[in-house]
């Protein structure tokens, strides 16, 4: 990394410190309280006064849909996305075609992402639990491990067999990963297009209870206290879930639990107009169900935030809502969204920067982007307050399917290196 | 409100009305139901304007009827339905509505399995939509000639009436639109249903849940059924059609509680001795038939107010 350029970065904001951070061959240089650094001779200056400095963040769940939908976002867009986002790090589940249930593709797709991003965003890609998803047989998760994958899941296809997820809890412990699970009754959720309550009653629409979702989330606790084993649930939405979750914890259960942007901010009434662009699977609640998760975050109930970027093409979503595909994507937005939640005071900046980074690094064993002398420069620059427009200026994703497209959101990324290079 | 233009583009639910611009359409309705009566059933007042019958779901009567009441005020109707359509070779609804656009009709009635379907049309046509039932959302020219049929009844008065609606109230666009017009006119709207056919959060409606039949048929002034569909049983929400017909069919001994002079009603088409006995279907109290005749004078009514966009008075 000879080559690699050099970066002069000044006053920046870093854990409510002024710094400055000089990055040279790909690494952090040096770093210190603002004006105590003397830029090295070529250095580009990036000014950052006003500007916030967090490590690249973790995002654990996403759909990169490639390979086989490369129409709704391949790895290149996908890590694209991610970048300007401000994640050095995305978890890509194996819903794609084929599944990801063995080395070959876990490799292809690691090797897509090195091509087209040499210095990162690094693709964890999180293996099959089993077989093709198809809930039957476990999938070669030592095989897996091995070519590269970070964890294991049947996210999307969520597995009705509980013999076969206690056995898939316990083989994947084998290997060191941990499992997670896509909480939902399939029989409570058939043919549902959103929550269950006041509007989808109103409206027509079948919709799915909470129940669905906290079900399979006592189940995975009680495999997960008996078997002594971790379990990670994903994208959790509701109540009961976050109630359960907050129980087990306080037993000591080794419960480990995510959410996503969209269950904090929105709820059900934004599917009042049948915008298939709010349609994601679990759905978005009823206010209580907000008003309860944002407390649970508050009280550090959950581990971590994840966008569950699920891209769409526009052809699938212009479509009534009972025809279209569950998904939102998110990369882009959930930043900012989240950061919203430090300005008002829901959480600290620390706890902000625990679930989108420390966190997820900790629980699936990943490489954490140190923001100090002689780290990896990851690290991205963050505009607390600057206004910017959700549209095709803006986004890199292949897809548009999201219930922020065309609103001004606050806070953006500004700046972003990985492996000192800068990529935004 | 006479003369001045209508402010609706579509009408989409019972719940774009004001209860004055329902009542307007109801009183519209008494006006064209005079015509249907007449030896020579035809005038001229939507004369070269053009309505498209986009029936992408099974329907005799509502198509029926909006096609009668399109002919009846000389407009031009056309019929399109899913099969024998491109809709079976895969075309997106979306499409399928851009197509219809481009030959500019001035109204494009549309019926289809999808809550949502018809705000999906409004959203992306600049003719008017009229909702003729979109999944178990909305059906709303059935609502307002159910209402046509009671306010004929009642001579015009609805408040302090209580309408009591019997059957699959979850999966039924009729039930939902008529307890947000009834309840809008004044009316107190009673619902029974065994609880696996009510929504799941029916206390939110602006109705009262009754828990029996009788209690729902205790003195009310209208008893309207729904039809049960016969997939509900398959889905596992009923154990079978005996049962149902043993528990929850509406009889002779369910009218002789309501009030004096009460009515019976059934949107259609009935099952006959599963949600509505024989006798009761053919008993003079039953208004079945006149909701039927009501229909063509209430899609009169709203062929010209959409088809004119104005609610001035009808040139009759």
């Known amino acids: ?424 | 409100m006479s003369d001045k233009p209508w402010p609706h583009k579509d009408l989409l639910d019972v719940t774009d009305l004001t209860p004055s611009e329902a009542l307007h359409i109801l009183r519209t309705a008494e006006q064209f139901q005079e015509i249907n009566a007449r030896p020579i059933k035809k005038v001229p007042t939507l004369r070269g304007k053009s309505v498209v019958l986009f029936f992408a779901e099974d329907s005799t009567r509502t198509r029926l009827s909006f096609d009668v009441a399109g002919k009846r005020l000389s407009a031009d109707t056309f019929s399109l339905s899913k099969s024998g359509s491109s809709m079976n070779k895969g075309e997106t609804l979306k499409d399928t509505a851009l197509t219809l656009q481009a030959m500019s009709p001035d109204i494009i009635v549309i019926r289809h399995s999808s809550s949502g379907a018809a705000a999906f049309l409004a959203q992306r046509l600049e003719c008017s939509v009229v909702n003729a039932g979109d999944g178990w959302h909305a059906h709303p020219t059935q609502a307002l000639l159910d209402a046509f049929t009671l306010y004929q009844q009642w001579g015009g008065n609805f408040a302090g009436k209580t309408v009591s609606i019997f059957g699959d109230i979850a999966h039924s666009r009729v039930a939902r639109s008529n307890v947000m017009l009834l309840s809008r006119l004044g009316v107190n709207v009673r619902l029974f249903a065994p609880r696996t056919l009510l929504p799941a959060h029916v206390s939110t409606w602006p109705a009262t849940v009754c828990h029996t039949l009788e209690e729902a048929a205790e003195g009310a002034d209208a008893l309207m059924c729904l039809r049960l569909q016969l997939e509900r049983q398959q889905a596992g929400l009923l154990p079978d059609l005996r049962e149902y017909a043993t528990r929850f069919c509406l009889g002779q001994r369910h009218l002789a509680m309501a009030a004096p002079g009460a009515v019976i009603m059934h949107p259609g088409p009935i099952n006959r001795g599963i949600e509505i006995s024989s006798e009761l279907a053919d008993a003079p109290q039953s208004r079945i038939l006149d909701q039927v005749a009501a229909g063509v004078a209430t899609r009169m009514a709203l062929l010209f107010i959409y088809g004119s966009r104005s609610s001035g008075p009808a040139e009759t």
């Open chain 1, 1 to 424: 990394m000879t080559n690699a350029p050099a970066y002069y970065i000044t006053q920046a904001q870093y854990k409510g410190a002024l710094v400055d951070v000089v990055v040279t061959g790909g690494r952090i240089a040096a770093m210190g309280p603002a004006g105590s650094l003397t830029p090295p001779q070529g250095a580009e200056t990036v000014n950052a006064a006003g500007l916030l400095l967090f490590p690249s963040f973790i995002d654990a769940h996403v759909h990169l849909r490639d390979p086989g939908y490369t129409y709704k976002e391949d790895i290149a867009s996908g890590l694209c996305a991610a970048a300007y986002g401000g994640f050095g790090g995305v978890m890509a589940m194996a819903n794609t075609s084929p599944v990801n249930d063995n080395a070959t593709i876990t490799e292809s797709m690691l090797e897509k992402a090195r091509l087209h991003w040499p210095h990162g965003p690094v693709l964890y890609p999180i293996g099959a639990l089993t077989v093709g998803l198809e809930g039957k047989e476990l999938a070669p998760m030592g095989e897996l491990a091995d070519a590269g994958c970070s964890a294991f899941s049947n996210d999307g296809r969520p597995v009705e067999n509980t013999e076969l997820f206690r056995r898939a809890m316990e083989y994947a412990a084998q290997f060191g990963k941990v499992v997670i699970d896509h909480c939902e009754d399939p029989y409570l959720a058939k043919g549902t297009h959103m929550n269950e309550g006041e509007v989808s009653s109103r409206i027509g629409v079948k919709g799915q209870s909470t129940v669905a979702e906290a079900l399979h989330v006592a189940r995975d606790i009680l495999l997960a206290e008996y078997l002594n084993l971790p379990v990670h649930l994903a994208h959790i939405s509701c109540r009961q879930s976050a109630e359960l979750i907050a129980a087990a914890k306080k037993k000591g259960v080794k419960v480990t639990a995510e959410t996503c942007p969209h269950y904090l901010l929105l709820d059900e009434t934004a599917l009042e107009t049948y915008d298939s662009n709010a349609k994601m699977n679990p759905p978005l609640r009823p206010k209580a169900d907000v008003e309860f998760m944002r407390k649970a975050v508050q009280e550090g109930v959950f581990d971590m935030f994840v966008t569950d970027h699920a891209p769409h093409a526009p052809h699938e979503k212009e479509h009534p809502l009972d025809h279209t595909p569950n998904g939102i994507i998110g990369l882009e937005t959930a930043v900012t969204l989240t950061y919203g939640l430090v300005r008002e005071g829901l959480i600290t900046e620390e706890a902000f920067i625990r679930m989108w980074h420390d966190n997820p690094v900790a629980v699936f064993g990943l490489t954490p982007n140190k923001v100090e002398t002689g780290a990896p420069a990851c690290f991205f620059l963050f505009h607390p307050t600057q206004e910017w427009v959700v549209g095709p200026e803006t986004s890199h994703s292949k897809s548009r399917n999201t219930p922020y497209w065309g609103k001004t959101l606050q806070g953006k990324v500004t700046a972003h290196f990985l492996q000192g290079v800068r990529v935004v």
